[in-house]
């Protein structure tokens, strides 16, 4: 059974930092196309960061230069770390991965930056 666990979201000042985990269990992250997502209230969820299964990595134009998606392989886990947040990432983060045909979701983590 595939089970996605985001992680390490919490309430931080504007400028702050927070890293999120995506933690897997049923599946080998390396193996396939990690997305996170985010999903502000009221508004459709979007695309955040992607690392693909060599490493290579995209951004959202509104994230690039702040947050850094990476792997670790080692611990089955996915991070994004988040850097000079604003109040406009406020939303609920979910990592996400097709595999077996299947489309994947965690539960979410909530992220609130205050101004």
């Known amino acids: 059974q595939v089970q996605l666990v985001e992680s390490g979201g919490g309430l931080v000042q504007a400028g702050g930092s927070l890293r999120l985990s995506c933690a897997a269990s049923g599946i080998t992250l390396s193996r396939y196309v990690i997305t996170w997502y985010r999903q502000a209230p009221g508004k459709q969820r979007d695309v955040v960061a992607t690392?693909?299964?060599?490493?290579?990595?995209n951004y959202a134009d509104s994230v690039k230069g702040r947050f850094t998606i990476s792997r670790d392989n080692a611990k089955n886990t996915v991070y994004l770390q988040m850097n000079s947040l604003k109040p406009e990432d406020t939303a609920v983060y979910y990592c996400?991965?097709?595999?077996?045909?299947?489309?994947?979701w965690g539960q979410g983590t909530q992220v609130t930056v205050s101004s």
């Open positions: 996400n991965t097709v595999a077996f045909s299947n489309d994947y």
């Open positions: 690392i693909t299964v060599g490493g290579i990595t």
